[in-house]
């Protein structure tokens, strides 16, 4: 092997050794910003007023959107959960995007629907077609449950926004359970600076291994599986950390689909979600940043960590890696359609830092992984780089790595205990670790695939995630109650 190819692989050696530092040393400092952030919602929840919001007149009510394809495993769990919520006033719309299975034969048993004559408004535009509206015969004006014709999750949302009668709009999935109070919690930033707030977003957490009885998660449990145990840090650092600080330097760009409260005004003024992005939750609020910033309006989109929407993940690898393709290849849509918005100090901060941010850390950080597995080792066969230089390349790619994943995990436990049993924090801390062996490399597999799917321009497709269902549902056919007394 010539000299030259042994320079060029040391000095690419060298760059992905620097990469990996700044990578992790990015989510470190996200990571410390979100524990400031922790520690001052701690200080201030005694004092939140929670119980005023409920009982307030003026608090904003909210249309809760429930897209809905083949849910019937967990689906009435689900919406048991939603019907109940502790808030003033609310409705349910649940889609049922052409379902298969028994969605919504399991919704019309468990809440006693009935069909009624509801014309469905066209503010935002939607390409599939309304079969029938249902309502709850004994609460009509809590639950609506929409049949259409498949046309995808944005199309579902899209038809759920123009029925909701409220100014907010929360989008939640169906494999969801929202903790009782967490309307109120996502929604109180609107009425603290109701003329700025134009989003705001919740923590998802994972569901599978909790014990859930009538819609409520009542008994927090690491799951069983380590497939699931990985995908919970991983949540953690992710959603929890992650967001957290980007909420508090300003620069937040992705609420989750699973629970996320909009204002409907701006919803409907950007012309919905987008039908043609895979990942249109994180789309529509870069979109809301791109026509906020040109309308030069003063606002704010941020995250709230107490509210939990405990989500069922994926318990095996072949739906895992269809979510993380979808996941990875959403964020190169987005980037690609927004690219205009990328470094342009005319966005703020979301152009000169969020968005440049996705472009180097998230996308482009799994191929950078790939390269670092096959590059290494052939560094050290060609004599380009030593064993001291190797071993202090995997301190920087996974050790530093191990230490965001356990300070996450720390934090997590000091600021919320939302895992009771130290036997399921020793499985966090073992699942941290094991992260490093073997599921890195797939999931950065699976996501520049994901990548390559979007620059390749192939037809996305959305696949089929097997429910197990949460379990625990309630005996009573009649409703539960919405919490309204």
Not at 185 to 212: E, W, Y
Not at 326 to 343: D, N, Q, T, V
Not at 396 to 414: D, R
Not at 424 to 441: H, I, M, S, T
Request: aromatic share 10%; hydrophobic share 45%.
């Amino acid at each position: 092997m010539t000299e030259v190819v042994r320079e060029a692989l040391r000095y690419t050696d060298l760059a992905i050794f620097g990469y990996f530092i700044a990578l992790n040393s990015s989510y470190l400092v996200l990571i410390a910003l979100a524990g400031l952030e922790f520690g001052e919602h701690l200080r201030r929840l005694p004092f939140a007023g929670a119980d005023d919001m409920f009982r307030s007149p003026l608090t904003l009510p909210v249309s809760v959107i429930v897209p809905a394809h083949n849910e019937g495993a967990g689906i009435v769990a689900a919406v048991q959960a939603m019907t109940a919520l502790r808030y003033p006033r609310y409705e349910v719309v649940v889609v049922d995007d052409g379902s298969s299975d028994d969605t919504f034969e399991r919704l019309k048993a468990r809440f006693d629907l009935v069909a009624v004559p509801r014309v469905v408004p066209s503010e935002v535009p939607y390409r599939s077609q309304v079969l029938s509206v249902h309502v709850a015969r004994a609460n009509p004006e809590t639950l609506t449950v929409v049949r259409k014709t498949n046309g995808g999750k944005a199309d579902a949302l899209n038809v759920g926004i123009n029925l909701a009668r409220h100014p907010l709009v929360c989008m939640v999935d169906a494999d969801s359970v929202l903790d009782p109070d967490a309307l109120l919690s996502v929604a109180k930033p609107f009425g603290d600076d109701p003329l700025r707030v134009a989003a705001c977003g919740g923590v998802v957490r994972i569901a599978n291994g909790c014990k859930v009885v009538g819609g409520r998660v009542v008994d927090v449990r690491m799951p069983r599986s380590w497939l699931l145990r990985v995908q919970v840090v991983e949540y953690l650092r992710a959603f929890l950390m992650g967001r957290t600080g980007w909420s508090r330097l300003g620069g937040l760009v992705v609420i989750s689909g699973a629970f996320g409260l909009f204002r409907r005004d701006l919803v409907v003024r950007v012309g919905g979600m987008d039908p043609d992005t895979i990942g249109e939750d994180a789309e529509l609020v870069v979109r809301l940043h791109h026509h906020l910033r040109q309308s030069k309006e003063d606002y704010r989109v941020i995250f709230v960590a107490e509210p939990v929407s405990w989500s069922e993940a994926p318990s095996s690898l072949k739906v895992l890696g269809r979510q993380r393709r979808r996941w990875h290849r959403g964020i190169a849509e987005i980037l690609a359609k927004h690219r205009g918005m990328i470094g342009n100090p005319r966005y703020g901060r979301i152009g000169l830092v969020a968005l440049p941010y996705y472009v180097v850390f998230e996308l482009l950080a799994p191929f950078v992984e790939l390269a670092a597995v096959v590059l290494l080792p052939l560094g050290l066969w060609a004599d380009a780089i030593d064993v001291a230089f190797a071993w202090r390349f995997v301190l920087a790619a996974y050790g530093y790595g191990l230490l965001v994943s356990l300070t996450s995990l720390f934090i997590e436990e000091v600021s919320f205990h939302r895992y009771p049993r130290w036997s399921d924090v020793g499985r966090g801390v073992a699942a941290a670790v094991l992260e490093n062996f073997g599921y890195r490399q797939l999931l950065a597999f699976w996501q520049v695939a994901g990548v390559l799917g979007a620059w390749r321009g192939r037809t996305a497709v959305w696949g089929t995630m097997t429910r197990e269902g949460f379990g625990g549902e309630v005996d009573s056919p009649e409703m539960v109650s919405t919490g309204r007394g």
